[in-house]
């Protein structure tokens, strides 16, 4: 996406960055919390290096 964060995400966790997308996109569309937390993830993105 736009941020970075699905490709940071993935390295961390190890799993691939479309399935990461797929999650976000999937949880904007179902459950309204997919960009909270993309938000959240990139401020934490941001602190930990």
């Keep these: 996406m736009i941020l970075g964060v699905s490709e940071w995400l993935g ?3 190890g799993w691939k960055v479309s399935h990461i997308r797929i ?3 999937v949880s904007v569309l179902f459950f ?3 960009l909270g937390l993309y ?3 990139w401020i934490v993105k941001i602190f930990s290096k």
């Design 39 to 41: 938000l959240i993830l």
């Design 11 to 13: 390295g961390k966790l």
């Design 32 to 34: 309204g919390v997919g």
């Design 23 to 25: 999650a976000f996109v």
